[in-house]
């Protein structure tokens, strides 16, 4: 758990979507990878809608989400002060409208409880306790690994919902059985976009994505690829071109196409 601040001389400032948006990051701790980019450039937002993230840590999504669109209103909540401080700045310093919290998700703050939320996001720690390796940083073995179960983080992403509002999660994908319970206890219209390194890999992350108040049947997306080729051949970063493109510049990374006719509220 880190709660001292920050100190200037732990912290980088990097380019992310290319520069377009900029992030001050612990040098020694949590930084910053592809996943909450990806998560942030997949939520449907439109301006003038609110956006809530559960974990948010140093506001990667939120402020790479608000870079990309301009007008929303950014809500975050991170158990760890130091960086609950680092995402408040990182909104500040992106010229991005928006509030950090610092509270746990099981006690969140009567300013977040008492909202309802047009987008949930969240990119739980991928390790429960028991099966985590602790890093060496302490604060990023809490970014990695959690104590809460995934039915949590969905239920209160579910409670904070508008209704016909969506949640959007990000994890492992050995993890997806744990929390597609979650999301069909309390949400409906779900749709899973796995994540493959490479195209014939297994997929190691997925998108998960559910409505409240709404019904349609589930649907699962063909895979996103992140790297070309079956092996890692030359140096640099080998990304698709999707990918290359929502990780270097404010693009959206939408779900595949689904019509959602059949929907209907509960």
Known sequence: MRTEPFAPDDLT???FLGGAARLWQ????????????????????????????????????LACLGTRVPGIT??????????ADLAQRNLNDNGLTGTV?????SALPAAVKSERFDHVIANPPYFEDFRAVAPRSQDRAVSRSGALPLSKWVSVASKRLKPGGVATFI??????PELMSAFFATLGALELWPI????????????????????????????????????????????????????????????????????RSS
């Not at 020694?28 to 993230?53: F, M």
Request: glycine share 8%; proline share 9%; aromatic share 4%.
């Open 196 to 263: 493959h390194p490479r195209t014939h890999r297994p997929a190691r992350l997925v998108l998960l994505r559910g409505r409240k108040n709404r019904r349609a049947a589930f649907v699962s997306h063909p895979p996103l690829v992140l790297h070309r080729g079956e092996i890692h051949e030359t140096d640099g970063d080998s990304y698709t071109e999707t990918i290359t493109t929502v990780l270097r510049s404010p693009k959206s990374l939408p779900f595949p196409a689904q019509s959602h006719a059949q929907s």
């Open 101 to 105: 919290h610092c509270a746990d998700l």
């Open 13 to 15: 400032r990097d380019d």
């Open 171 to 176: 994890q492992r994908a050995d993890r997806l």
């Open 26 to 61: 612990p040098k020694d701790g949590y930084r910053a990878g592809v996943d909450p980019v990806l998560l942030a450039a997949s939520i449907p937002a439109t301006p003038g809608q609110t956006v809530l993230e559960l974990g948010c840590g140093g506001g990667a999504a």
């Open 74 to 83: 950014c809500t975050g909540v991170e158990m760890q002060p130091a960086y």
